[in-house]
């Protein structure tokens, strides 16, 4: 067990919908990543959030948007859904988000997914 | 920008036998992170073991270990002894700050079949 929990585990939805996808990262991780693994594209970045704070953006669409609460957690919400984003979305946390103290810990724990399948 | 390669789309081998996964990267940062992830049926990402780029010395976890070539922008696993549970999907990961800020940039993954 990671100590990163996503939820749900799976979820169908149908085209042109709106879902929202949740993480609670490590107990005290401060950094959140999202990243989505579709079967042709790998594991792509799509978003980092740093205490709080956006700290990097990757490919995300715009139809997606993430936003970390006060209490650290995570959220990822995919608006206006295309059979093309069914993937499996992961969630990461790690202490360190800031480059200027990348000699502390710096991997990545990473939650179960959320299997998202867009009929 | 930082890209990593992995350039075996799949790898196979004998149960008890040695098996090396290739990964190159490209970047212009001097301080970084490389990784190696296990992703198994399961689809859990599982780090393996990790390099720091400042480290000259070879990282090690049990039966799993890396040759980091600094100046070749290579970083190979080794697993030796194989088991069955060892059959996954293995993703290369690089690390840094500066420009890419914390995200990790993964290579294309290379699937791992041990043979009984």
């Known amino acids: 067990d990671s100590g990163v929990t996503q939820t749900p585990k799976h979820l169908i939805t149908a085209t042109g919908q709106r879902v929202t996808l949740r993480c609670s990262p490590r107990?005290?991780?401060?950094?959140v990543y999202w990243y989505q693994q579709s079967l042709d594209q790998g594991l792509q970045f799509l978003i980092q959030?740093?205490?709080?704070?956006?700290?990097a953006k990757g490919n995300i669409l715009e139809r997606f948007s993430a936003q970390q609460f006060p209490d650290l957690h995570s959220e990822l919400n995919l608006s206006s859904l295309e059979l093309g984003d069914s993937a499996l979305y992961f969630c990461?946390?790690?202490?360190?988000?800031?480059?200027?103290?990348?000699?502390?810990?710096?991997?990545?724990?990473f939650g179960q997914g959320t299997r998202l399948t867009v009929v | 920008a930082q890209t990593v390669t992995q350039s075996q789309p799949e790898m196979s081998v004998q149960e008890a036998e040695t098996v090396t996964l290739s990964c190159t990267y490209d970047t212009s940062e001097s301080d970084y992170y490389l990784f190696w992830y296990k992703q198994p049926p399961s689809r859990q990402m599982i780090l393996v073991i990790r390099q720091e780029a400042y480290k000259q010395q070879n990282a090690t976890e049990n039966r799993f270990s890396v040759n980091f070539q600094k100046a070749a922008k290579s970083f190979s696993l080794k697993i030796s002894d194989s088991q069955l549970g060892d059959a996954a999907m293995y993703f290369c990961?690089?690390?840094?700050?500066?420009?890419?800020?914390?995200?990790?940039?993964f290579g294309q993954g290379t699937i791992l079949t041990v043979h009984p």
């Open positions: 990461a946390s790690s202490v360190d988000g800031q480059g200027a103290t990348l000699r502390v810990n710096a991997e990545a724990f």
């Open positions: 107990s005290g991780d401060l950094s």
């Open positions: 959030y740093y205490n709080g704070e956006e700290r």
């Open positions: 990961a690089y690390y840094a700050g500066g420009t890419s800020y914390g995200k990790l940039t």
